[in-house]
């Protein structure tokens, strides 16, 4: 059980969040663990949370477990009250080995993370444009999966098909193949394997159509939105509504909360890591940060070296220097993410195009 320390002047705040309670702690300021609470995740229970923290002190800061998942009600709440929210990274499994996994623990290290600034980083305000965004990407992401699982099943059962249908329809291409499947009209016997799958396969065609203008609804919509939001992101070469609509998502409602492009580039996962020791002086691949987001480059820099003429001579003059292909675009994704976060800042005029060293 927590040891009650006479609460006075700074405290610091943590909370392990869940979907259906936080686990609140407190800190004083040299790091003696004052109390720590259940709350719900309700309207009543962020107000109450709030309150039980103001009560021990001066409340300087609060970290924040999830605040893209769990925490994001609860982080958009102190923030709207004036509360000063930073985001807490999941402790990594040899800590939880040594120190042991509970709710009171999570919390009281979050709290220790925000009072020695291992975590300083700024949450999401999830409360603008960007956020619609977000949502509509969630939706539309989902239908393309669903549309591409609903092709792959339709092709799987015309493998089995009865011999005469399957002849029918093997040649077709994908558009044709489900344009004439959702035309089918199917007479007969249920129990008859031949009249069962022109029936699966006219619903599966149907779903696809339908799936198709949902996407497109989908994209009209985001188009509206993404050129509202970033027209200076659209006029760089190879960045179309979608590249585009990720990046904004990875970047939030708030990009000004990223403290450099070079922050921004490590968030892309697209910042080489320093992997030096001794006399040897490297850097190695950086596998983190947001794996989208690195896609989302990846798909610019390819666009870029197909017809961008100064990406082409880039990846000439480096492959003479001894580059790999990789190791270019690599570099290349580095050089784009500078731009990208360039386009992001609220006071961004376009000026000349970042030229490559």
């Not at 923290?53 to 923030?79: C, D």
């Not at 059962?157 to 040649?171: C, D, G, V, Y």
């Not at 921004?264 to 983190?288: D, E, Q, V, Y």
């Amino acid at each position: 059980m927590t040891r009650m320390i006479p609460a006075a002047g700074i405290v610091i705040g943590g909370i392990d969040t869940h979907g259906h309670t936080h686990h609140a702690a407190v800190l004083d300021h040299v790091g003696r663990q004052l109390d720590d609470r259940e709350f719900p995740t309700t309207p009543a229970g962020y107000q109450a949370l709030g309150s039980w923290l103001g009560r021990h002190g001066q409340l300087e800061r609060v970290g924040i477990e999830g605040t893209g998942t769990y925490g994001a009600g609860i982080a958009r709440y102190l923030k709207d009250t004036g509360v000063t929210v930073v985001e807490v990274n999941r402790p990594d499994r040899s800590a939880r080995r040594a120190k042991g996994k509970s709710d009171p623990l999570d919390a009281y290290a979050a709290a220790r993370a925000a009072l020695s600034g291992t975590a300083e980083g700024e949450p999401k305000t999830r409360n603008g444009r960007i956020e619609a965004i977000r949502a509509l990407r969630v939706a539309r992401n989902g239908a393309v999966k669903a549309r591409t699982q609903a092709t792959n099943q339709l092709k799987a059962l015309l493998i089995t098909a009865p011999s005469q249908l399957r002849e029918q329809l093997r040649h077709l291409s994908t558009t044709v193949l489900i344009m004439t499947c959702a035309r089918m009209r199917p007479t007969g016997v249920l129990g008859d394997p031949e009249h069962a799958t022109k029936i699966a396969l006219r619903r599966l065609a149907r779903r696809h159509q339908h799936l198709t203008e949902e996407i497109a609804e989908a994209d009209a919509e985001l188009k509206e939105l993404i050129t509202v939001a970033a027209p200076h992101m659209l006029a760089l070469p190879g960045v179309g509504t979608e590249v585009a609509g990720q990046l904004l998502v990875t970047a939030g409602d708030n990009p000004d909360r990223l403290r450099s492009e070079a922050a921004f580039a490590h968030l892309c996962g697209a910042a080489p890591i320093p992997a030096s020791s001794g006399r040897t002086h490297r850097h190695r691949l950086n596998r983190g940060g947001d794996r989208a987001a690195n896609n989302a480059l990846y798909i610019v820099v390819l666009g870029r070296l197909r017809y961008d003429p100064r990406t082409r001579a880039y990846a000439d003059r480096r492959t003479q220097q001894g580059l790999s292909k990789p190791e270019i675009i690599r570099c290349l994704k580095r050089y784009v993410a500078r731009e990208i976060n360039a386009a992001l800042q609220p006071a961004h005029t376009m000026k000349e195009p970042i030229k490559a060293p």
